[in-house]
């Protein structure tokens, strides 16, 4: 019984990403149901282009697919014993940032209460609607309240570090899943080729660098030169055609220069030699290191405080991969999926 609802679940979301992918095949000038979703999300976030909230649904429209859930899902025992209701507090920074959370709950079978941010509720309502056409089930599973209330029995909840302390107080008598800040690293050698350089700029520049998955420290084997990575870096000039980022990076160059501070002016970013792994948004740290050992065990004295690291780390991705996850890459290493199963 619990294995054909876990497949109907499946084969649910399955056709939402048929759903997606049909959605997003029309142009916007012939589409006026996404036209008006993505106007929605705009308004709700002027951070939220048009082109980064297309990358997000595209990106789930390729994710929800039945062979790559089933995958996901077959190391797991998701038959709880007892539904439980999972409150979700979910961040705003990229576009549907939270849908993962969302997922693995409705996979695992339980109920799902949702606190969208005000800063992406017009796009989690929207595939709330979705799934909640396709499923059934999930119309009684699946609620929004701006308010939940105390009727839960499990958090889960993203935020920054001030409100992740806010909430491990405030949840300390629930089951809690609680995720802060953190950014993500990259490495280049003395011989890293410029194709991975225009690769890495996405893994930088995708979404503004708002994102805990965006690189915003660099490790930099000594020999390499810092004038292919700026050349490539400025070519990106498209970015400062967005005011927000623009006034950021603006902000900062005038910050930098009152200082007198060191810094390297990419024109699109700026690059500053600083080991903080976090930096302000136009702003791009990075650090000499001698070789790879040396930067994995730089990464290792720092990993509670990385997302992800990029490029030939021991356990590092690929360039231009840090916004495409896959299914079970879970955020900060914490196995969501483990998480529900054992409540």
Known sequence: MQETALKKRISALDQLGKTLSTFLKAPLTENEPLAALIRNAEAQNKWFTPEHI??????????????????????YTLKPERKKRVLLIMAGNIPLVGFHDLLSVYLSGHHCIIKPSQKDSALMRFMVEQMHLLDDEAIQSIHIRIDPGADFDAV??????NSGRYFDYYFKKYPHLIRKNRNSVALLTKDTEKYKLELLANDIFDYFGLGCR?????????????????????????????????????????????????FIDAETILMVEDET?????GVLHYKWVENLEEADNWTANHS????????????GISFGQ??????????DQIDTLTFLSNL
């Open 54 to 75: 297309l990358k997000a649904l595209d990106y789930w429209s390729r994710q929800l697919i039945t062979e790559a859930l089933l995958k996901w899902t077959a190391p």
């Open 156 to 161: 889960i909840a993203t935020g920054s570090n």
């Open 214 to 262: 965006n690189v915003t420290q660099l490790l930099i084997e000594r020999g390499f030169e810092l004038n292919t990575l700026t050349q490539v870096l400025s070519s990106r000039n498209e970015l400062l055609q967005h005011n927000k980022y623009a006034n950021n990076v603006e902000y900062q160059r005038s910050l930098l220069l009152l200082n007198q501070a060191e």
């Open 277 to 281: 792994i976090h930096s302000p948004i």
């Open 304 to 315: 509670v405080n990385i997302q992800c690291s990029v490029g030939p780390f021991r356990q």
């Open 322 to 331: 840090s916004q495409q996850p896959t299914l079970d890459t879970y955020a």
